[in-house]
């Protein structure tokens, strides 16, 4: 009787601890991987971070240069179960016990907010006719021809810091609120 009720107490607490990590993973804070290049120099590929959760949680409007998980499933709406799944998954998959997601966030910088006019031109990005001053980018961006787009609302325009090995909204688009997971906060 006493094994059963030390079985019993060990399993209740291994399973409050999974259920408040669980809680803060979803709305608090998360580590994630970075995977690629996209972001050097600023960050190397498996590098890892710890994103806040709470800009997501609260819906508010991210800030010029912050880095930014997304989903990057953009192409689909996000629902609310995707929040309480992912990091399921992720977790389970940690343990070997179900295979690895199928699908990435990717890290970005948020380089236009809704209503911005972002001009691309001379290798450079211009925001509502501004050049910007860009001392986080690997090297010069280099295209083809010129473009312009308007950022719509309720969405964001990201770019990787490695311009020339980026798939970003260039390719992809503006990216709406709700594929934003999180802000980084730090670098581990």
Known sequence: ?????????????????????????????????????????????SNYIIVSKISHTFKTEPSYNDIVIIDSRVNRDRTWKDDISAPIVTYLSALGLTSAPDHDVWVKRIIG???????????????????????????????????SITVPPAHVFVLGDNR??????????????????????YKL
């Open 113 to 147: 907010k809704p209503g911005d006019t972002l001009e691309f031109k001379n290798h450079r990005v211009y925001r509502n006719g501004l050049a910007l001053d860009e001392p986080y980018i690997k090297e010069a961006m280099s295209y083809t021809s010129d473009m």
């Open 1 to 45: 009787m006493k094994l059963l009720n030390e079985i019993y107490d060990w399993t209740v607490s291994l399973s409050t601890a999974f259920v408040i990590a669980l809680f803060i993973n979803i709305l608090v804070f998360q580590p994630t991987k970075v995977v690629g290049n996209s972001m050097q120099p600023t960050l190397q590929d």
């Open 164 to 185: 020339n090995n980026s798939s970003d909204s260039r390719y992809i688009g503006p990216v709406k609120f709700d594929h934003i997971l999180g802000t980084m906060v």
